[in-house]
Nanobody
């Protein structure tokens, strides 16, 4: 059983950058591809991007490509989501997820509780 805990969310201003972290425990971190998702109020959860088990491959949604970078540190059991040029439309709960196998936008097995990101002036 893998436990995931996100951190780094908060209130930021439009145009700001923010880095979220997701710490994993309870499994062999490098066995899992990791993904980031977000859910805005009243909307479905959307895939933001993912990273392969080794970190050599990343995969981003078209909506955020160019503004986000996902990385991981397998020695620290942590995956990161770096976001830039944030706008109010990026306000959402951001969650990380883990799956065995190849990175993709679907079929994740374990989920964190999420961290709130609010973009407002």
């Amino acid at each position: 059983q893998v436990q995931l805990i996100e951190s780094g969310g908060g209130l930021v201003q439009p145009g700001d950058s923010l880095r979220l972290s997701c710490a994993a425990s309870g499994g062999t971190f490098s066995d899992y591809a990791m993904g980031w998702f977000r859910q805005a109020p009243g909307k479905n959860r959307d895939f933001v991007g993912g990273i392969s088990r080794s970190g050599s491959s990343t995969y981003y949604s078209d909506s955020m490509k160019g503004r986000v970078t996902i990385s991981r540190d397998n020695a620290k059991n942590t995956v990161y989501l770096q976001m830039s040029s944030l706008g109010p439309e990026d306000t959402a709960v951001y969650s990380c997820a883990a799956k065995k196998g190849l990175v993709s936008s679907v079929l994740y097995d374990y989920w964190g509780q999420g961290t709130q990101v609010t973009v407002s002036s």
